[in-house]
């Protein structure tokens, strides 16, 4: 069955830097296009990153551009998300998905908390 096992979420500072991992299993994973999804306490799911399933075209929310990276290794079945200039508003549960034959999968998610 399909599962996805996120990892790398911690406490960090402000500034600071995160890598997530996202470990694919149960299905073909390079022929899936990939997201990272995040929820804050009280806060609605909310889109962070997508990547096509060859890595060669990703997306971003807004408020992460030029400070988040999506990335993928098909070898290893995993997607990533690093982390950059970590602000106190991108404290979360950051959850990978993927969506294979309508349905969508969720990792267990991940805690981001930054703090001083």
Do not use: H
Not at 77 to 99: F, G, H, I, R
């Amino acid at each position: 069955q399909v599962q996805l096992v996120e990892s790398g979420g911690g406490l960090v500072q402000p500034g600071g830097s995160l890598r997530l991992s996202c470990a694919a299993s149960g299905f073909t994973f390079s022929s899936y296009a990939m997201s990272w999804y995040r929820q804050a306490p009280g806060k609605p799911r909310d889109l962070v990153a997508s990547i096509t399933s060859a890595g060669g075209s990703t997306a971003y929310a807004d408020s992460v551009k030029g400070r988040f990276t999506i990335s993928r290794d098909n070898a290893k079945n995993t997607v990533y998300l690093q982390m950059n200039s970590l602000k106190l508003e991108d404290t979360a549960v950051y959850y990978c998905q993927c969506v294979r034959r309508g349905v969508s999968y969720w990792g267990q998610g991940t805690q981001v908390t930054v703090s001083s």
